[in-house]
């Protein structure tokens, strides 16, 4: 079975920019979480969707957003992007109803904000 | 709210020396705990697991087990190897019946260097 797949890998943006990223579940997995990797504040929760609903969201300003499609694949959009958004974006995947939540991640993708 | 605490690193160790990592958390219910793993440029790989009090999970030769009573789940290894050098992430996922769907609570990491 495939893992689950982040695309770009790296990204370069400059601040003001918006950048959207894209995650393709794992087959079969219908929840969908997103998090921010940065040294200072460690692994952080975005949000998380299920059936192409935003069931869960972590405290971040609006700027970040996020949507899923009905093969479950998601994406998650930051607007006007500040220095501080530079960071490695993971997303997981999961089947909520099995496994206590036990989560899948992907590679991530590198986003650099000048 | 949830919260994991890691014990502060980095750790070094020498091959085949035996690895402890603490991690304590706070949280309501019944949670499931996991240990991930993140080798450099990499995402999080997922070490071990454990769904309930007394479990123990074990993977690859760490071991980890569900201690209510003293909200624990320390990893362990009995001898350690250069390749075990990577970043190691305690997390918590809230226990059934809870409205915190798809969130991962993690402690804030232990860097692992293992010398040959």
């Known amino acids: 079975k495939a893992g689950v797949t982040q695309t770009p890998r790296y990204l370069i943006k400059t601040r003001g920019q918006q950048v959207t990223l894209s995650c393709s579940p794992i087959?079969?997995?219908?929840?969908v979480s997103w998090y921010q990797q940065t040294p200072g504040q460690g692994l952080q929760f975005l949000f998380e969707?299920?059936?192409?609903?935003?069931?869960n969201k972590g405290n971040f300003p609006g700027r970040f957003s996020g949507r899923q499609f009905s093969n479950s694949r998601s994406e998650m959009n930051v607007s006007t992007l500040e220095l501080g958004d530079s960071a490695l974006y993971l997303c997981?995947?999961?089947?909520?109803?099995?496994?206590?939540?036990?989560?899948?991640f992907g590679p991530g993708t590198r986003l650099t904000v000048l | 709210g949830d919260s994991v605490t890691q014990m502060e690193g980095p750790v070094t160790l020498s091959e085949e020396a035996f690895l402890t990592i603490n991690c304590t958390y706070t949280a309501t219910g019944y949670p499931s705990l996991f240990w991930y793993v993140q080798y450099p440029g990499e995402g999080l790989q997922l070490l071990l697991k454990a769904t309930k009090a007394d479990d123990k999970g074990s993977n690859k030769g760490f071991e980890a087990t569900y201690r209510k009573e003293t909200t624990s789940f320390h990893l362990e290894k009995g001898s350690v190897q250069v390749s075990d050098s990577a970043v190691y992430f305690c997390a918590l996922s809230p226990g059934a019946g809870g409205t915190s769907y798809g969130k991962l609570t993690f402690g804030q990491g232990t860097i692992l260097t293992v010398h040959p």
């Open positions: 997981a995947s999961s089947f909520p109803s099995q496994s206590h939540n036990e989560q899948f």
């Open positions: 969707y299920f059936s192409e609903t935003q069931r």
């Open positions: 087959s079969g997995h219908r929840s």
